[in-house]
């Protein structure tokens, strides 16, 4: 049985641009153009979702921002925050696949909103390994919904060596 250890270093670096060298790629299902914001350091950046809901608020059409990784990983949390309290999402959920479809939910949380303060929330540690990780967004209280933030926090499995696992020329280094 493995064991693993919870990172608290998020695990995408400041992206410039929706693909990025280090193996990171954003897509979105609108704005899709502007999507690395939301993964950049610069306070004015952010992902507009772009469409207006109806008038419940709630989204007819699949609205979401994908985060692909260089390998497959296990996440224990994530971080979410929306431009302002006064432009929430009220409802969404995290999904992850290995393929960009639309994969497994991960967390779909009941009454948590992402307001203008970011979020850290824990998700369920049974889930496997992912390269893709979708946040579906399903009902806003605003037309004018931002997403400022978006970070996931890795389960790095821990390797357990003894001594003799190393070549005696390795440790007179």
Do not use: C
Not at 32 to 49: E, G, H, K, L, Q
Not at 54 to 59: A, C, K, P, Q, R
């Amino acid at each position: 049985m493995s064991r693993y250890i919870r990172n608290n270093v998020g695990l995408i670096p400041t992206l410039n641009s929706n693909a990025n060298k280090t193996g990171f790629t954003v897509t979105a299902s609108h704005n899709a153009d502007t999507a690395w914001n939301v993964f950049n350091s610069t306070p004015a950046s952010y992902w507009a979702v772009g469409i207006p809901p109806d008038s419940e608020g709630t989204y007819t059409q699949l609205v979401y921002l994908q985060i692909k990784l260089p390998v497959a990983t296990r996440i224990f949390r994530i971080g979410l925050r929306a431009r302002s309290d006064t432009q929430k999402i009220l409802e969404w959920e995290l999904r992850g696949s290995n393929d960009g479809g639309m994969g497994l939910i991960i967390y779909n949380p009941e009454n948590i909103a992402i307001g203008g303060t970011a979020r850290y929330l824990d998700v369920p540690l049974n889930q496997p390994r992912f390269t893709h990780y979708k946040l579906v967004i399903k009902k806003v209280d605003s037309i004018n919904t931002y997403l400022v933030y978006f970070q996931l926090y890795s389960l790095d499995e821990v390797i357990e060596r003894s001594i003799s696992d190393f070549s005696e020329s390795y440790l007179d280094v």
